[in-house]
């Protein structure tokens, strides 16, 4: 098994591609350890000494490092831990349940909301998956849309200029009721 890895805009996160599905529906978040009981894949990274966020996508494996690691130090172990886990034939989440995706929305904006999911789905999700992360629907009140960023997106110095001057300006040229998108936390 040969895993390639890839740099992202963020400087803490290394985007592992192990030339396998890895999640066959969906994403998976675990900004920290205690939130990866679920998957096997991801317990195995966290056992790595410095690895502090593991995101899952279609193809992919993100990890974040504390600031005090080096990714010449954890990068081996790393691939080990992933090839390890690929060769074990161990399920990437116990009990697949790979929901991974938009916030529900029960309010009286249900078009406008569906029209943000497809822009979302279409033009800005695929972009951001290239640099290891994802963008996700959180809510829409007021003219506002709240996204959640994951992955290489959570934490990356440019992410505020992703938001402001490319997802916003997005959604506003094609929905005029979109006033400002901003980030939620976990």
Not at 29 to 50: N, Q
């Amino acid at each position: 098994m040969f895993i390639q890895t890839e740099s992202t805009p963020n400087p803490a996160t290394l985007k592992f591609l192990p030339g396998q599905t890895v999640m066959a529906m969906g994403t998976a978040d675990f900004p920290s350890s205690d939130a990866a009981s679920a998957s096997p894949l991801a317990m195995r990274i966290f056992a790595v000494e410095g690895a502090t966020a593991v995101f899952l996508g279609p193809d992919f494996v993100t990890v974040t490092k504390s600031d005090d690691a080096e990714w010449d130090h954890i990068k081996p172990a790393l691939l080990g831990a992933i090839m390890e886990h690929f060769q074990s034939g161990q399920a990437v989440i116990d009990g697949e349940d790979n929901s991974g995706g938009h916030a529900e929305h029960n309010g009286e904006d249900g078009e406008i909301v569906e029209q943000i999911k497809e822009l979302l789905d279409t033009r800005v999700r695929p972009a951001v998956a290239q640099d290891g992360g994802d963008i996700t629907f959180h809510g829409f009140e007021r003219g506002v849309v709240y996204l959640h960023m994951q992955g290489a997106c959570a934490g990356c110095p440019s992410s505020t200029i992703t938001l402001k001057m490319g997802i916003e300006n997005l959604l506003r040229h094609y929905i005029p009721e979109v006033t400002e998108v901003r980030p939620v936390g976990v």
